[in-house]
């Protein structure tokens, strides 16, 4: 027994002793990355006042590639091409532009929706003799909605490569969708299986 708690006593005290010159080690190593960072916080900042480039003593010996300036390479294919003969000039719609007229589009897209959409729906199930439950209404209204942005997108940038330097006309482009919507209704509706909807009866 006094055996056994001797070897323990050793093994115990030879752990201390590592555990010892490990601390002595980790605080030696962060004595160190002290003195390393007071080192670099007493150099001065360096400051570059100019850098100059001497194209002159450059030697080029083949030129490839592309070079692109002032323009990110994602943006080059929404940009149209450029006619340069003083007469017509198709520039790229700005983006500020763009999003102001698609606001104003899509504002009165959605207060012709609440306004008129139950009566195309009606007048659509009228001409086809069928009735269609309600809850299609809010469905159509739904996706009509989804595919709003990309349809004014569309227009948008279809009537400037026509009208190169004219006035921009959103009631055109609003009159183009509320045709789209009417054959959208009606589309969907004539469409519809047999067993979604009902036949009126006069």
Known sequence: MNQQLNTYLQQLHAFVEAQEKRIRSLEAAVRKLQEE????????????????????????????????????????????????????INAPISPKNQMKRTM???????????????????????????????????????????????????????????RSGQENDNAEIIELIKKEIHNGVHAFISHLPENMKGMNNE
């Open 37 to 88: 960072n007071e080192v670099l916080k007493s150099r001065p900042p360096m400051q570059v006042d100019r850098i100059e480039y001497k194209f002159d003593q450059l030697k080029v010996e083949s030129l490839e590639g592309t070079l692109n300036i002032g323009l990110n390479p994602s943006e080059l294919q929404n940009i149209e091409d450029f006619a340069v003969d003083n007469k017509n």
């Open 104 to 162: 104003e589009i899509e504002d009165a897209i959605y207060q012709y929706l609440e306004r008129e959409l139950p009566e195309i729906t009606s007048s659509v199930q009228k001409k086809l003799n069928v009735s269609v439950d309600d809850s299609y209404i809010a469905f159509i209204k739904e996706d009509i909605k989804k595919q709003l942005p990309n349809r004014i997108d569309f227009y948008i940038k279809q009537q400037a490569s026509n």
